[in-house]
């Protein structure tokens, strides 16, 4: 109980600083701890809804300006959430492995070719394309255990010009949708383990609000950069938890 309510306050701080669901630390750190991967993700999701609510609301004063085509996504990515419990079901703890893999390492790319600032205004994009976006990452987050701002931030700030520190304020509002959706997919299919992931959810509270204190002091080249590291250390981690 006491090693998940750690998980919990590490993985809350790395959501509230770096926007994200905290899926990626906290899957890999229940698969070294024994957990397998259907679980890790079960625990994730319901670890999410906690963090990724407090984490928008604590946000909200300073990201009001994302919050509009965040709507329109998190309605997509919820409905693609919903799905999530589908894939889970009919496909191979190695397979949603080798997936989570796959998507770091397009996150890290993407974020290392892309300036943390745009000189030039976002693009504007349609809200159909906002919801296919959404719709597409929440049911590939939420299927390997992650909100989706992993997968997001890129999207935000490579196509759609959004600032480093703006996307991933807009990235952790979004796992609001994507972790509720994946919550009940799971629920409804078995796969959800309601008591450990209390314990890591209520933990991750007191970390969310640390680490979202710590980004708004932080410069965004030098974000950019903790953001990369976070991500190449988590890469390297899961190639070793797959392939070795």
Do not use: W
């Not at 509009?68 to 894939?87: A, T």
């Not at 205004?121 to 255990?145: D, P, R, Y």
């Amino acid at each position: 109980m006491f090693e998940l309510a750690a998980f919990g306050v590490i993985t809350g701080f790395i959501s509230g600083f770096f926007g994200v669901g905290g899926g990626m630390i906290l899957v890999p750190l229940l698969l070294v701890s024994g957990y397998v991967m259907k679980e890790a993700v079960a625990i994730s999701i319901m670890q999410m809804v906690f963090s990724s609510i407090y984490g928008s609301f604590l946000n909200s004063k300073k990201a009001k300006g994302v919050l509009k085509d965040g709507i329109i996504i998190g309605i997509g990515g919820f409905v693609g959430g919903l799905q999530s419990g589908y894939i889970v079901t009919n496909v191979s703890n190695e397979f949603l492995q080798y997936l989570f893999v796959l998507i770091l390492f397009y996150s890290v790319i993407k974020i290392f070719i892309t300036p943390a600032e745009h000189e030039c205004e976002q693009k504007s994009k349609n809200k159909l394309t906002l919801f296919i976006i959404g719709f597409f990452t929440g049911l590939i987050a939420m299927s390997i255990g992650v909100g989706g701002s992993v997968i997001l931030t890129p999207i935000l700030i490579g196509f759609l010009k959004y600032d480093l520190k703006a996307a991933t304020a807009l990235g952790l509002f979004f796992v609001i949708f994507s972790s509720i959706a994946g919550f009940t997919s799971l629920s409804l299919s078995g796969h959800m383990l309601f008591t450990e992931g209390l314990i890591v959810g209520i933990g991750s509270l007191i970390g969310v609000y640390f680490g979202i204190i710590l980004k708004n002091k932080v410069h965004s080249k030098s974000y950019k950069r903790y953001i990369l590291i976070l991500n190449t250390i988590i890469l390297v981690i899961m190639l070793y938890k797959t392939f070795l």
